[in-house]
């Protein structure tokens, strides 16, 4: 049964999010004089709760803002001012006496909750009509803009964005829309952000109007799902968009008596600057992830694990390949290797980072 307002007109809901830790999420809305907050009543009905909005409000993102443990509500709409509603522990939201926005008159089209500086709080990125916006938090939900010092310049007239690892390094990075069609990636690096690479480039024929990621090929990395909602088709279009950037590929199995070819790609945002590559197989893969600071997830079983020489890939090249030899045994038939390698960009150790693991199957 779909949810039911008691609020009069029908709304639909910005987000749903459990304020109150019961289970059933509230839902929050943005129609104007209507109170932001519904409160669900367990059973798919919600109530109005608390003061009304008073504008139009079309973002909505939720996060626990101020560290005492509750989820709290950032809104904001095509005007440039942000709201910070925080949550009493109970579930009731109140607006907070700090509002903050745009520096121009632009209108705000994407919100998102991160830690962008490592400080183990929500910090608030906003995609604007006009120059995108980086808000540190101080920890306790005040916010302060460091756009300048910790955003490229030129990142602007975004439509929404999005919070992922692109690059495997254990730092969230962004990808934004930019309203016209185009999608782009922003790294996240000691101090903020820099912009990394062309995903869709505006005008591209395939129009970028909705977004999604995931791990679409089960390889450890965030790909990119974007529909195309103006394509010519009756029911638009839909294009993956793999991510190879510094990854491991092995496009096919290995024969008995042959080799395992590994192929790495040592482009950097999409640029071949020229790389040194480990790349390492284990006899089994990891039974459980392992995170490691500043270099990835290893998803090799570290007990068996084989770290096999350097190789060297040059500036301008893009890839390398490394040919493992594969002894004749018919007792490795079918056994399935997992491989995973570790890459530094240009041969700087300090960038180095592991890839996604790939499983390539010995055959005869």
């Not at 008596?257 to 020229?274: C, M």
């Not at 790389?275 to 006899?283: G, R, S, Y």
Request: hydrophobic share 45%; with cysteine; charged share 20%.
């Amino acid at each position: 049964m779909p949810p039911e307002f008691r609020a009069g007109a029908a709304l639909e809901a910005l987000l749903f999010v459990d304020l109150d830790g019961d289970l059933a999420p509230e839902a929050i809305v943005g129609e104007p004089n209507r109170p932001l907050l519904q409160r669900n009543d367990g059973t798919g009905r919600f109530e109005p709760v608390g003061p009304p909005v008073k504008q139009v409000l079309t973002q909505a993102v939720a996060g626990d803002v101020d560290g005492d443990g509750d989820p709290d509500v950032v809104v904001a709409g095509p005007s440039p001012v942000i709201e910070l509603w925080l949550n009493d522990g109970v579930g009731n939201l109140a607006r907070a006496a700090q509002q903050f926005g745009t520096t121009t008159d632009a209108g705000i089209r994407g919100l998102a909750l991160t830690d962008f500086d490592g400080d183990g709080d929500l910090d608030l990125y906003s995609a604007n009509q006009a120059q995108d916006q980086l808000f540190r938090n101080d920890g306790q939900g005040g916010f302060t803009d460091v756009t300048a010092t910790n955003l490229p310049s030129d990142v602007a007239l975004s439509s929404d964005v999005l919070v992922l690892d692109i690059d495997g390094d254990g730092n969230l990075d962004l990808v934004l829309e930019d309203g016209v069609g185009g999608l782009s990636g922003l790294r996240r690096i000691p101090g903020g952000y820099r912009a990394v690479l062309a995903l869709v480039a505006p005008g591209d024929p395939f129009y970028a109007t909705q977004v999604a990621v995931g791990d679409l090929e089960g390889d450890g990395d965030v790909d990119v799902i974007h529909y195309d909602g103006v394509a010519q088709s009756a029911n638009g279009a839909a294009r993956v968009l793999a991510n190879r950037s510094q990854q491991l590929e092995a496009p096919l199995p290995a024969r008995l008596g042959g080799s395992l070819d590994l192929y790495v790609d040592a482009r950097e945002a999409g640029v071949a600057r020229g790389a040194i590559a480990w790349p390492a197989f284990a006899a089994a893969p990891a039974s459980a992830p392992l995170s490691i600071p500043g270099l990835g997830v290893l998803r090799l079983d570290p007990g068996s694990l084989v770290l096999d020489a350097p190789l060297f890939i040059g500036s301008g090249v893009g890839e390398g390949l490394r040919r493992l030899p594969v002894p004749n045994d018919p007792a490795l038939v079918d056994v399935v290797l997992p491989c995973q390698a570790i890459v530094a960009p240009g041969g700087d150790l300090n960038r180095a980072r592991l890839t996604g693991r790939v499983d390539v199957r010995l055959i005869r």
